[in-house]
């Protein structure tokens, strides 16, 4: 018999919503950070370490170094997203983009902590961590039409394997979603 691969777990997309606007109300830098988070699709330990000088603002873009530094990184970001980090650094040249209030990054411990708390206070039932918001926001990318080779690139995977895992796990929602459509 044929065993299909695990599904990649992710978010459906009124899940992120809910995360995210439940971010906010609980606290406004929490909030852009969870929404950074999921729109850069980065691994936590390379989200607690971006430098403010990473951030370019005109170009809508963030620099992300490998968490082991070796490889780096262009990554797109929204508009509207762009000017809320530029209004959340305020006149802050130095540092990094989300720090404690220590003037500290924060830990990676700390992000999923944060992760963890919002998403109980959203209601969510599965067990959300930081990477499970790279996995969505990868598989929606999938979904609404970006080539898989972008999608490489964006996640920073050196071997594109490992970004077709997301692509095997769109059998799944196109069976939902196959099946929502017909029995309507």
């Known amino acids: 018999t044929k065993?299909?691969?695990?599904v990649v777990e992710r978010?459906?997309?009124?899940?992120?919503?809910?995360?995210?606007?439940?971010?906010?109300?609980?606290n406004s830098e929490h909030g852009l950070l969870?929404?950074?988070?999921?729109?850069?699709?980065?691994?936590?330990?390379?989200?607690?370490n971006i430098p403010v000088r990473d951030f370019f603002f005109d170009e809508t873009m963030i620099l992300i170094h490998n968490a082991k530094w070796e490889k780096s990184r262009y990554v797109p970001i929204l508009p509207d997203l762009a000017q809320e980090l530029?209004?959340?650094l305020g006149d802050r040249a130095t540092g990094y983009l989300f720090e404690s209030n220590r003037n500290l990054p924060y830990s990676a411990?700390?992000?999923?902590?944060?992760?963890?708390?919002?998403?109980?206070?959203?209601?969510?039932k599965k067990r959300v961590y930081p990477h499970l918001l790279r996995h969505s926001v990868a598989t929606t990318l999938l979904e609404r039409g970006m080539p898989i080779e972008q999608i490489q690139k964006f996640l920073g995977?050196?071997?594109?394997?490992?970004?077709q895992v997301y692509a095997e796990s769109t059998t799944e929602m196109?069976?939902?979603?196959?099946r929502k459509a017909l029995a309507e």
């Open 157 to 163: 995977h050196s071997k594109l394997e490992t970004t």
């Open 34 to 48: 969870i929404k950074t988070l999921f729109q850069t699709g980065t691994r936590v330990s390379e989200f607690i």
């Open 109 to 124: 411990g700390r992000v999923q902590q944060i992760v963890k708390e919002i998403a109980e206070k959203a209601k969510i």
């Open 86 to 88: 530029r209004t959340h």
């Open 11 to 26: 978010l459906s997309r009124e899940e992120e919503k809910r995360l995210i606007q439940a971010a906010y109300r609980d």
């Open 174 to 178: 196109i069976k939902e979603s196959y």
């Open 3 to 6: 065993t299909r691969k695990r």
